[in-house]
């Protein structure tokens, strides 16, 4: 076993994050000359549904539609310095993703990477279905996935990859993988295990680690928010980590920045429940030990879990919405005349969700009972958005045209409508054995 400590710097947390934040991580990760490894973090339920969709329409799409610009600006670095990357851009569709690393090489005159990409995780078609299809009866299912964990990642880091291409894979997973190929640990011993994975947590939503969903002006200041560095975690040979972010950076990363991430979406602090092991934060230690550097310590895992958790997304009809702004005197009293003549000509499709943008939005509900119990009020700037979920289409479109006629059928005054339609999914969930979705991968040449 080494005792070289592993990098792993996230660049990533969502798809849709900031295209520019590789560069800083991987300059600070090429500048410690030790082994590295850049992940991004891209994968979300309703993003791989929606990467679904979209291979769908399109076999090449289906994978993270911002690949060729998250990479474009580190690929040469990264295969120059030796970074390894890791991530879930594969999405639906992995090996198209492949395919449009090797164009995008070929586009900066590099080398054919050496790279290899995740399978198993889809479920979506027979003989698979019947594992899950108990849990989505009389649905129409647009997608069905396993997450899965680190040990394909690390088998193919171990055969010499230097992309690796997962589809759905557990977020911790994507650090894991990389730790266990390095380190070399048994692939049960969950203590180390746990480590990893608590590290990897704190690093896959990106710069919400290092002060971005921190902060709070006044109560919990951030400085820099326009230019976060995104995190880094120095990972030891019994699996425990420090956490920092490039040199310079914007952002912060303390003990409390650091707990709040450690605690985000742990839902048990004994029992984290991952595909690769059971971790248990209740002894966690949480320690500064430098500027923009937290020790993480503590961590202990238990035997994985026996199942693997399938996310099922499923299509529920169509969203339509639309907004129409009201300023000036009464304005309040306007956008709620107007959300009632809305509700009056769409009565029989079912509710009609209004919110009054800068009076009531965040804290109303669906039925509308909290805006209508409280007293109009002398708002000056109110935007009207209103909502309805529909199964048919043409229904959903009504809507549309009636925030749009509001423009001279009243009340006075609106303007600047906007009006979007669009497909809605719903997502149910269900375990499976483990041994029923076996997790593989495979190297990928470049096609002539």
């Not at 003989?127 to 040990?151: D, F, I, M, T």
Request: hydrophobic residues 45%; aromatic residues 4%.
């Amino acid at each position: 076993m080494t005792n070289t400590i592993l990098r792993v710097g996230c660049a990533a947390g969502f798809s849709g994050d900031r295209l520019d934040a590789a560069g800083p991580v991987v300059d600070a990760l090429a500048a410690s000359g030790g082994p590295a490894v850049l992940i991004f973090e891209t994968l979300a339920e309703r993003t791989l549904a929606l990467a679904q969709l979209a291979r769908r329409a399109d076999p090449d799409a289906g994978y993270e539609p911002l690949l060729p610009e998250l990479l474009r600006p580190v690929l040469a670095r990264c295969l120059e310095a030796g970074i390894r990357i890791v991530s879930n851009f594969g999405a639906a569709n992995p090996a198209g993703a492949a395919r449009r690393l090797f164009a995008l090489a070929r586009e900066l005159g590099l080398r054919p990477p050496r790279l290899a990409v995740v399978e198993g995780d889809d479920l979506s078609g027979d003989p698979a279905r019947a594992l899950w299809q108990h849990a989505a009866p009389g649905l129409q299912v647009v997608s069905a996935n396993a997450y899965l964990g680190a040990e394909a990642i690390a088998d193919a880091l171990v055969e010499g990859a230097q992309i690796v291409v997962c589809g759905r894979v557990a977020d911790p997973s994507l650090t894991v993988g990389p730790a266990l190929a390095h380190f070399g640990w048994a692939r049960d011993d969950w203590d180390r295990l746990a480590r990893a994975t608590m590290a990897g947590h704190l690093l896959e939503c990106g710069a919400q680690v290092s002060g971005g969903y921190y902060a709070d002006p006044g109560v919990k200041d951030v400085p820099g928010l326009a230019t976060l560095g995104y995190p880094i975690a120095e990972i030891d040979a019994d699996g425990g980590c420090v956490l920092t972010k490039p040199a310079g950076s914007g952002g912060r990363i303390d003990e409390h920045t650091v707990k709040e991430q450690l605690l985000y979406e742990v839902h048990e602090p004994h029992a984290y429940l991952t595909p690769d092991v059971t971790a248990d934060i209740a002894l966690a230690e949480v320690e500064s030990v430098g500027p923009d550097r937290v020790r993480l310590a503590g961590v202990r895992g238990h035997a994985r879990p026996a199942t693997l958790k399938v996310n099922i997304c499923h299509e529920t009809g169509w969203l339509a919405e639309g907004e129409i702004s009201y300023a000036g005197a009464r304005a309040e009293a306007r956008a709620r005349l107007a959300a009632q003549v809305l509700r009056e000509r769409l009565a029989g499709l079912g509710p009609l969700r209004a919110d009054l943008i800068g009076v009531a939005s965040v804290l109303g509900d669906d039925a509308g009972r909290w805006l209508d119990a409280q007293p109009v009020g002398d708002a000056r700037d109110v935007r009207l958005r209103v909502a309805l979920r529909h199964a048919d289409r043409a229904q959903a479109e009504r809507l549309l045209r009636e925030v749009t006629a509001l423009y001279t059928c009243g009340p006075a005054g609106g303007g600047g409508v906007r009006t979007a339609l669009r497909a809605r999914l719903g997502t149910v969930s269900c375990l499976v054995r483990r041994e029923q979705v076996p997790a593989r991968y495979r190297f990928v040449e470049e096609r002539a």
